[in-house]
């Protein structure tokens, strides 16, 4: 018994050290710097986009876009030889194009000449350019290809820590710095006519919850937040880009507590985005049990983002959504359009009309089964194209 009391303030150390060690290991961040002091403020050009944006939003209007929809569309793609970069598969339809056009700069980093789907980087940046010159709004999606084992952005394996080791690697470290130097001389390119920098919607890092090797599998919150906060800490300060609109955007955010997993802080992101794929399903009573269900989902985590934006000072918008392939003819009126009435966001992205496919598309175009619906759809007031917004 002498000896145990003797042994016991021993223990209180070692457990109390441990104890204190586990806590303070959760709740240190360790890899949160705090030398990172966000955004000083952005360029005029980001702001009076940003203004534009808050303007039709409170009025409960909202943006229509579509990714890669200037480079190409599901029969049709820009020739390499061609410079023109005003036709889409929605102004086939419509007569006018998307408000917003989405581009993803996957595959930049390790320098190759088109991104992962084949868009020329070179076309892309003459088409943000035309895009922003006639108007219209731009976003950019970052697919970054795996820094550790080089494969594309689904390359993972199970066990793997790769934030952690781009993180703390030194050759990872230096070889992910290279690409953000990359990225950074590709921003500063996207100029208008006066030399200005464009106002770019930067999603990078999205859907932290779907398997890519920056998601929860593969990462904890705080490696997370500092990849957010170095890549933001690079751009921004260091090549002063101050005109990225910086949306952070988990796929399916339900809850407060999903939305802000990974959020890298009110100093680092401009807007809170959701993003929603509907899915498909043969026989027509399954497929209304599905659009139920994305309804349902869509107007509740829009909801949500949209309150917790407001909280945040932030605006809210509907960053990637679509069926693949489209099956259910009156998504847009019956499905989309409900959703949207009933939310507040900036604006909405379909996903892209892949050229390569038959069957991978998301929006519509000339003899799809849902084109007279998006016609509809897009005479709807609360729709803006392009020409609505200028
Ligand atoms: C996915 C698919 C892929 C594409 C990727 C990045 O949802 O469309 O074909 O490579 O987005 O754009």
């Not at 929605?90 to 084949?118: H, M, S, Y």
């Not at 999205?206 to 904890?220: A, C, M, P, R």
């Not at 339900?254 to 890298?264: A, G, R, V």
Request: hydrophobic share 35%; aromatic share 16%; net charge negative.
């Amino acid at each position: 018994m002498r000896r145990f009391l003797i042994c016991l303030p021993l223990i209180f150390i070692v457990v109390g050290g441990f104890l204190y060690n586990s806590y303070a290991g959760e709740s240190n961040d360790k890899y949160i710097s705090e030398d990172f002091d966000g955004n000083p403020e952005h360029d005029a050009a980001a702001t009076k986009m940003l203004n534009r944006l808050r303007k039709t939003y409170k009025k409960g209007k909202v943006l229509f876009g579509q990714q890669d929809a200037l480079m190409y569309g599901h029969s049709w793609k820009v020739e390499a030889n061609e410079t023109k970069y005003d036709d889409s598969d929605v102004k086939r339809i419509t007569g006018d194009l998307p408000a917003v056009a989405g581009f993803d700069i996957g595959g930049l980093e390790i320098g190759r000449e088109t991104n992962l789907d084949g868009v020329r980087f070179d076309q892309m940046r003459d088409a943000i350019i035309a895009h922003n010159d006639r108007g219209g709004v731009v976003t950019i999606s970052w697919h970054t290809f795996n820094p550790i084992n080089d494969g594309n952005v689904w390359k993972v394996t199970t066990g793997e820590q790769y934030v952690e080791r781009v993180l703390n690697e030194k050759k990872y470290h230096d070889k992910f710095e290279s690409w953000l130097k990359i990225l950074g001389d590709f921003f500063l390119s996207l100029r208008d006519k006066d030399g200005n920098l464009i106002p770019v919607l930067f999603r990078p890092y999205h859907e932290y919850s779907v398997g890519f090797w920056w998601g929860d599998k593969y990462t904890s919150r705080n490696e997370y937040v500092e990849l957010w906060r170095w890549t933001f800490n690079y751009l921004v300060n260091e090549r002063q880009l101050t005109n990225l609109i910086w949306i952070y955007s988990p796929y399916n955010a339900q809850t407060e507590e999903e939305f802000f997993k990974f959020y890298p802080g009110d100093k680092y992101v401009d807007i809170f985005g959701f993003e929603l794929y509907a899915s498909t399903a043969k026989e027509e009573k399954d497929m209304k049990e599905s659009n139920e269900r994305f309804m349902e989902k869509a107007n509740n985590g829009i909801l949500m983002t949209a309150r917790l934006a407001e909280y945040h000072n932030k605006l809210a918008a509907f960053c990637e959504t679509g069926m693949e392939g489209m099956s259910y003819a009156k998504w847009w009126t019956k499905v989309l359009r409900p959703v949207l009435r009933k939310n507040k966001c900036a604006y909405v992205l379909c996903w892209r009309n892949a050229h390569q496919s038959d069957s991978h598309f998301y929006g519509p175009f000339p003899e799809a089964a849902s084109e007279k619906d998006f016609k509809k759809f897009a005479r709807s007031r609360q729709c803006l194209l392009l020409d609505d917004i200028n």
